[in-house]
């Protein structure tokens, strides 16, 4: 149960946040949050020592026992260590904000119970067991981002940024669920270890694959893979705080946790590993390329996020074959799955801290356009040591941990070249894609810094007077930056309580605990190992093009706009924009006879089709009772009530024939004794009858010489769907007599009415116990009508006195 109180924790706390930053005016609103990231990571740290040794932590809650839907929790290594970065980061991101938002002109109340909300959402994904859990919370993140992100919500470009990104992760999470109601119907759970228990006799299934697609579907949409990355870049205009949250250690790494979590239930599948490497290395360099490009300092981060997220897809894509493969290539493999992770918890390191120095700069300069920044080393010292460690870290470079996730990565791909796997033609490109994405991300790396931070100050060109970032701002990134040099020197200690406990988590049939794990991290692999100098070449290579950089660079511009994905995904939407619109003014006529001509249209079409289709339809005269005299004449009188009602031109015949077709029913009630049905029946009719003769003056005319008449044509497809319908509930009734294969409801209602519901009356008990709530709700909206007629009444009476006093005083 604490553990299910922990998740929900920073929503509790979001409920009072809107009072504390009402009431209390003086003391900024995010020192009551920073209260609920850092209880929270003290409360995981406590769960390290027992999951290194392999006692993963659990809980359930009952949520809806009925359909198997509990709230299970399951905190493993990977689970541990994203929810020590969401809590962790999380903390050092709230204090960030403190000093980033005034707290008297922004609104702190909204952007801290956005935040809260999505901190819960974000250890929900990753702590949950149960697959609709997960989605449900899955969900949640991507409501609370838009919030977030839409934060400045008077902007045009937030707006439009929040609405991109969550049109396209919402879009990828109804997909990922399919996905996950494919593995239920294919395993009967929705337990992710029960799955997993059971992929053995799943693998062969043929909707094994369709799941596959489509849980991907969900995870790259999140994670900003090719070519659903366009999100990304838009979601920049949120306040820098968010930026650094959502973008370097939660929101796009929940597509990441995705696929290690899933690895061990789909990794047997050679589309599953290819399609997670592929796109991977697509993204890694797609997203590297294009970051040059960048003139917005966010802008270069969104991007180098793309392709970071994409090299660490990419490994865990090659940590997968790791289960296709046997000897010793299987630790060949699993060694890409330890770089992932080792490489996840870099990166959310020192992108965290860029993104800090990214805020800093535009709340000190007033701008973050590169073209106007430079020279500002010597005002912002801190800034850009910050900057330099970070930006030197993400290049790849020693003394920072970037470098030695760098090399396990090139490593890695290196290994695919001896292992022996199908579409070896393919497996070649890999080495060759990741050295070139690298040379690429050492440039932008080195251009973010160095055109921010060397170079001419432009000081005519800022909005503002550049200064350094006061201390409490600059303390997150520092910590930060303190952990990128730290990690370096001691790699090995977060290998051993973090990432060996993850990897033992998604390599499950190999490893049963961190202890089996005998990787460790180094620095120095000697002079012959092929990764140093592959990162040699890097970063040869990335200095000469960098130095050239304003020769090349406008090759960018060749490239014409209408082909860019940015422009596929606007004309998709204007185009379904424009199809509703012309949908909508089409049928949505405003006329209620339309509407139910669409109701009783399609009620007859899916009616007779799934009688036909499922041989639904059946027909038998057996234990038929006989017609008697009185019966053929009651239903002569209602079939002539019926057609006098449709004929006649006169309202008074149209009402006593209505009333006729009532009251024969009701004797037919009697005649099948059932007098019950028969007294409600009367008393409903006379009730009708009396309403109808009431407003007789106020009833349309049916005179078709009547100026105002109504429409009385006769058109023949209002008549042939009257008889599609009458056809259909014939056909029905027909069917349901014929196939009589259970007992009877009212042989339940005889035996249970009295012992179970205490009661007598048959009718009544269905009323007030059987059906208690649909009664309660009927009778909420009679009383809603009620209250909108007696408002109407005093309305009109109030009027009548207003325009008597009038009369008076003239």
Known sequence: MLLFMAILLPIFLAVVIPFAYRSIKSIHTGWFVLLAPVLLFLFYLRFLSPIQQGEAQLASVSWVPSLDFNFDIHIDGLSLLFSLLITGIGSLVVLYSIFYLDKTKEKLGNFYVYLLMFMSAMLGVVQFDHTIALYFFWELTSISSFLLIAYWYKKDASRFGALKSMMITVTGGLMMLVGFLILYVLTGTYSIRETIAQVDTIVDAPLFTVAI???????????????FYIWLPDAMEAPTPVSAYLHSATMVKAGLYLVARFTPVFAFSEVWVWLVTGIGLLTLFWGSFFAVKQTDLKG?????????????????????????VTGSAVETFTFATFAAIFHLFNHATFKGSLFMVAGIVDHETGTRDIRKLGGLMSLMPVTFTVAMIGSL??????????FLSKEMFLEAVLSLLEADVTMMTIAYLVPLVAWVASVFTFIYS??????????????????????EAPIGMLISPVVLASLVVIVFFIPNVIGDWLVKPATAAIQSTTYTTAADID?????????????????????????????????????????????TLNRGYDTLMDGSLNWNRALSDRFMTGSIRDYLVYMFAGMAILGITTLFTQGGFAISTDNLAPIRLFEVVLTIILIGSVMAILITWSRLTAVIALGSVGYTVALF?????????ALTQLVIETISVALFLTAFYHLPKLDKYYKGKEDNRFRFGNFLISVAVGLTVTLI?????????LTSISEFYKETVYTEAGGGNIVNVILVDYRGFDTLFEIGVLMIASIGIISMIK????????????????
Do not use: C
């Open 213 to 227: 697609v489509l849980v991907l579907l969900g995870a790259f949409t999140k994670s900003a893979q090719f070519p």
């Open 733 to 741: 009734g027909i069917s349901a007599y014929s196939q009589r294969q």
């Open 669 to 677: 009630y009697v005649i099948f004794k059932a007098p019950d049905l």
């Open 519 to 563: 990787f460790y991290i180094k620095a120095w692999h000697g002079w012959d190992s092929p990764a140093l100098w592959l990162t040699v070449g890097v970063v040869v290579v990335g200095f000469l093009l960098y130095k050239f950089l304003p020769k090349w660079q406008p090759i960018y511009s060749k490239w014409p706009e209408k082909f």
């Open 300 to 324: 270069i981060l969104a991007f180098s996020t793309v392709s970071q997220l994409g090299l660490i897809m990419s490994l865990l894509g090659l940590g997968g074959f790791a289960y296709l």
């Open 795 to 810: 309305l009109r009476l109030q009027k009548k006195k207003k325009g008597a006093v009038t009369n008076e005083v003239e």
């Open 446 to 467: 080195i251009y973010f810094v160095w055109y921010t931070f060397m170079g001419t100050r432009k000081e005519e060109e800022l909005p503002k007077a550049p200064h």
């Open 393 to 402: 870290s993400m290049a790849g470079l020693p003394p920072f941990n970037g």
